[in-house]
């Protein structure tokens, strides 16, 4: 019996070893537009302690990719309904409760304006202005897949 466990030991420890080695797959919540919002004030809109709750977590949601800029794109709008208009804001106060921006690793030719899509990504909430486009935006997913 000593000797069988002798035996065992280096195949348990590599079997153990390849556990550890295995990608964690980490579950996505879902977030619904209706939920990332508790009111408005003149000042904009207030955040909802669920929106909030998830910020940095990875998410999904379902909506709709509005019009983007060009044909081969990094970043898109998730809209809730489909809109055949880029909804462009020119601060967070004026920002919409039905849209998030979303940033993607690897550009992606851009869908029609009425196709459904499912994107997961990381959660960033709070007012940033792009760089690069000078684009504001209240709430947004990062390094997004879309399917």
């Not at 909430?125 to 504001?136: A, H, I, P, Q, R």
Request: with cysteine.
């Amino acid at each position: 019996m000593m000797q069988l466990k002798q035996w065992l030991r280096p195949f348990i420890l590599c079997f153990a070893l390849q556990l550890l080695a295995l990608p964690l797959t980490v579950q996505a919540s879902w977030l619904n537009f209706s939920d990332m919002y508790a009111g408005a004030t003149s000042e904009g809109l207030i955040l909802s302690d669920s929106l909030l709750s998830q910020n940095g977590q990875t998410v999904t949601m379902q909506g709709y990719m509005a019009p983007p800029l060009k044909p081969s794109i990094n970043f898109f709008v998730l809209t809730e309904t489909p809109m055949s208009i880029c909804p462009f804001c020119s601060t967070d106060a004026d920002w919409p409760s039905d849209i998030v921006v979303v940033y993607l690793d690897d550009a992606v030719t851009a869908l029609p304006y009425n196709q459904d899509i499912t994107v997961t990504g990381q959660l960033d909430v709070g007012s940033y202005v792009d760089g690069d486009t000078g684009f504001v935006s209240l709430v947004r997913i990062l390094g997004a897949e879309v399917n």
